[in-house]
Nanobody, 120 residues
Framework: VQLQASGGGLVQAGGSLRLSCAASGRAFSTRAMGWFRQAPGSEREFVATISRSGGSTDYAGSVKGRFTISIDNAKNTVYLQMNSLKPDDTAVYYC??????????????WGQGTLVTVSS
């Protein structure tokens, strides 16, 4: 397994969750790690990305100021701290490894997804 995501669950609006994604093999030799999400009936959308060094981050406008992406190279793990969650954040969240980009096609490796459900 190259990428293993975890941490999803059911949370009330206004609550918090932290997603984790453990990388192995070639997935951890890429230039960046990212998080994407896909709600039922919708296309996969960009959430956040971080460079391997952790020095550069980028967020979708819909999550900026609420979500924080971070990386721990010693643990080969990337995190997504999600605060002030809204029902619109409900989706399957995927971690990915590739180049620093908002585009899914620029990521070579994908995790299996973890479901986040935010109740109103």
């Amino acid at each position: 397994v190259q990428l293993q995501a975890s941490g999803g669950g059911l949370v009330q609006a206004g609550g918090s969750l932290r997603l984790s994604c453990a990388a192995s093999g070639r997935a951890f030799s890429t230039r960046a790690m990212g998080w994407f999400r896909q709600a039922p009936g919708s296309e996969r959308e960009f959430v956040a990305t971080i460079s391997r060094s952790g020095g550069s981050t980028d967020y979708a406008g819909s999550v900026k100021g609420r979500f924080t992406i971070s990386i721990d190279n010693a643990k080969n793990t990337v995190y997504l701290q999600m605060n002030s969650l809204k029902p619109d954040d409900t989706a399957v969240y995927y971690c990915a490894a590739g180049v620093y980009s908002r585009l899914p096609r620029n990521y070579n490796y994908w995790g299996q997804g973890t479901l986040v459900t935010v109740s109103s």
